[in-house]
């Protein structure tokens, strides 16, 4: 049997405070080399989720800022060949998406938005619970921008409906709020189900701790 397990990073695969995996790192590696594929799928930039990966002595697929992209594809191809890197349909860079925000996003609920690059760097660090190069590479972004959404539960649902009819999603994890184009977790889990459809020994497992990690099962 095949197995694909495909798990959500901060809270999940990761602490939620400290970030660490040393509590199942010796797992994980025996899990790869008794042909378990893991794939992160995370709202986290490409260059954090590469760091994470060094951290492990790993190499791995991985699907970043929310299914934006899918990352080093290669080392599924053998068994999966239709599996390609590609772009995630209707992404947008950072500044595409400020335009969308103020031209396209109708709603009074932005009122209650703060962008995190309107924020100072210890408030940076205050919010995502990073420093130095790691805060720098999750600031990074190529496919979304990081908020805080300071109003009600009902505003924010509100506010979600209209972020879609322009055009963009916007979705909420443990500790900020992502907004980019109409793309999220599901969409390559939806991909890899299609591809794997007509293969009765491949099992996709998906793994997460917020609302926004329900996409993966």
Known sequence: ????????????????????????????????????NLIPNSSKTANEIDELCVELGLCLPFICENGAALINS????????????????????????????EHSVVSNHKNYCIFLENLNSKE??????LSAEKL????????????IFEGSESQYTEL??????AGLALHRGGRVCNLSGA????????????????????????FGDSDNDTALT
């Open 1 to 36: 049997m095949h197995i694909i397990f495909m798990t959500d990073l901060d809270g999940t695969f990761i602490g939620h405070d400290d970030f660490s995996f040393d509590a199942i790192s010796a797992e994980v590696s025996d899990l790869i080399r008794n042909g378990v």
């Open 124 to 129: 940076h660090a205050a919010i995502l619970g």
């Open 183 to 206: 793309h999220d977790k599901a969409d390559y889990c939806n991909g890899f189900r299609a591809t794997v459809g007509n293969q009765q020994d491949t099992v996709i497992v998906g």
């Open 136 to 147: 720098a590479l999750a600031l990074n972004r190529e496919y979304s921008s990081l908020l």
């Open 160 to 165: 979600c409906q209209d972020v879609s009819r």
């Open 74 to 101: 290669d080392l599924l191809i053998d068994r999966w060949p239709y599996v390609t890197d590609k772009k995630a349909n209707k992404t947008f860079t950072p500044s595409e998406l400020a335009h969308e925000w």
